[in-house]
């Protein structure tokens, strides 16, 4: 049976989504038993009930921040390893939810599709120590280019950034964008189609990850401020079972 | 974000210390002090620095690598290329204007360097040997079915001809002696 844990409701239409999701359950005759987080119980709360009862299969409805959330509370509970081998499952309700790209899903009724045959993959997951664990992305942004410090399984490099984004296997990527650039400078290279900002992107793959600095600086999970600087970051390889589209694994060759 | 085939990118502001190891792509725009290894291609763009040593399956230089570059496959030094170190490489292009202060070393696989036609030629040789061997025994083999055939075709032949030529002779003798007493027997009766 699958236990559902859909996001707070804040206003009439996240209420539509929300009756729209469990239409398409019943439709795809996948209903199980369904919780709605509330002020009194939040998401973190209904999981590890969820978890507490048994059940096998956890589905988060809602945007990526409750499905972090979620993610964050099975793996912490999972840690205190009173129970494996969980298979979680999404419903992205944002339309412009990144795991929703990332799954190649169009929209809810994809999404309670994929879960209706219940093809699942083994992903990585990024784990800031102490602190939570990424599903999606964990992200630094400044308005000026500012000095890091990134120490990596074998290699080390200092660098003035404006965004940085940690992707949830651990992937890296970088940027130095000059925000106070000249609109003239900016007008020629549009014009020229320089292609200058390419080169000042950077990506990386690690196993391991040390972000250091001078100042203080804060990482945030989906515009939450979750640690600061210096924060490790560590990639757990295979850790979670996610149920997936049913043709997300057509080669190319099948396909043809 | 599963990004497992994204490539390994140096930006160009970056300065690197250390060993990059990526079984991908790795594009280098600005600095690495130390060792770069890649199962795939390595760029090293325009105006990107590299100190230390560079493997991989291909290698394009068109920025400054000071240290030894060792391709599995290829190693092309564009003319805005600059190398200080030895090189070892398969295939090898340095074009014009590029600069290359080094050794350059082309590892030659033994059997390809056993002039490959030879060992062609000596292989079909022996194959042509084992078909002709295997023909002209085939050949031996019914030619000798044949003269055994021959030959008993030959003996049965004979015995029946000697068979049919004592038949033949006996007949004659019978017909002979038969002959002969019909004539006895008509010259009795006109002696008497």
Redesign the interface.
Known sequence: MYYYVFEQSHSNQDKKVHDKVKFHLEEFNIAGEVNHATPARSAEELTDMGLRKGVSTIIAVGSDAHINRVVDTIKTVERSGMWRDIVFGVIPTDPNS?VLE?LRLSGIEEACEALKYRRFTT??LCYIEGVRYVF??AEMHFSTPTQVKIR?D???????ITDLII???L?LS???MNRDEGKISKYLKWVFGSK?ND???????AKTMQINSDQVLPLFIENEAVTKTPFVAYKLPRALKLIVKRDRFISDKEKE | MQESDVNTVVGSSVHLTGSLKDPNDIIIHGSVEGEVASQQNVVIAENALVKGPVSAKCVSVSGYVNGTISAEDKLEVHPSGRVNGNIKARDLIIHSGAQFVGKSEMPVDEKAAIAPEITDEAGSQDEADEKTTLVDGSAEEELASIDIEEENTSEVDKDEVVEDIEEETDNKSKKTTEDKGDDEIDLEIDES
């Open positions: 990144s990332r992903i990585d999606s992305t990596a074998r290699w080390e490099a200092e660098q003035s992707f949830s296997d992937t970088f940027y130095s200058d080169k000042d992107y950077s990506i990386f793959r």
